[in-house]
């Protein structure tokens, strides 16, 4: 069987999206996301956007092979926005994605029922109004070698239209390259098979 070495998210912040229900106000936010540095980054910048706002509920998933997620209720009644933000990640298919849905109360309680129903259509229009993009899943290595064996790994680069991340040219090289991975093993063993240059997988987490 081949091994699926793609995955969807999404391209770039969505245009805001507003669903309303009995006076309360939900807005949805969607963001593409590499790390719990950058999700909190979102979630203060969105917190301090709407400071009179009541709840600031969102959803993440990261990561491609090894997932790892997380539903916030915000003082709203357990998983009746968290989880339902989350199901809409999971529904598209997407990850590496932050989802911030922030209500504003209307003075009419929704209900458990209500709720759900609020945040998961909010987080289903910010993900409407999103670029979903596939992506494939790339593993880093690193190469390095006398620059007597310049051509030689360089020809090897193009012909394989390997992605350069980084170079470093001097006496000693070093070459940082992007690999799909289901060709990744290949590859290794190319460099791996030849003489005075080393190749090394680098832990991209």
């Avoid at 529904?91 to 945040?119: C, D, E, M, P, Q």
């Avoid at 040219?169 to 190319?190: G, H, N, P, T």
């Amino acid at each position: 069987m081949e091994e699926n070495d793609t995955y969807k998210t999404i391209s770039k912040p969505n245009e805001l999206v507003l669903f309303k229900d009995k006076n309360s106000k939900f807005f949805g936010y969607a963001f593409p996301v590499r790390n719990e540095d950058e999700i909190k980054a979102h979630i203060d910048e969105v917190k301090k956007e709407h400071h009179s706002a009541r709840h600031w509920c969102y959803a993440y998933q990261l990561g491609t092979e090894t997932i790892s997620y997380r539903a916030n209720d915000d003082g709203e009644p357990s998983n009746s926005a968290g989880m339902p933000i989350y199901g809409q990640i999971q529904s598209f298919g997407v990850t590496n994605v932050l989802i911030i849905v922030v209500r504003y109360f209307g003075g009419v309680k929704l209900g458990v029922g209500g709720l759900i129903n609020a945040y998961r259509t909010a987080a289903q229009m910010a993900l409407e109004a999103s670029k979903i993009v596939t992506k494939t899943i790339n593993i880093q290595y690193s190469v390095s070698f006398d620059y007597k064996n310049m051509n030689t790994v360089m020809r090897i680069i193009k012909e394989h239209q390997l992605k350069i991340v980084d170079q470093t040219m001097e006496l000693d090289c070093k070459i940082i390259i992007s690999v799909r991975k289901k060709a990744s093993q290949k590859i290794f063993d190319i460099f791996n098979h030849l003489f005075e240059v080393d190749i090394k997988p680098i832990d991209q987490n």
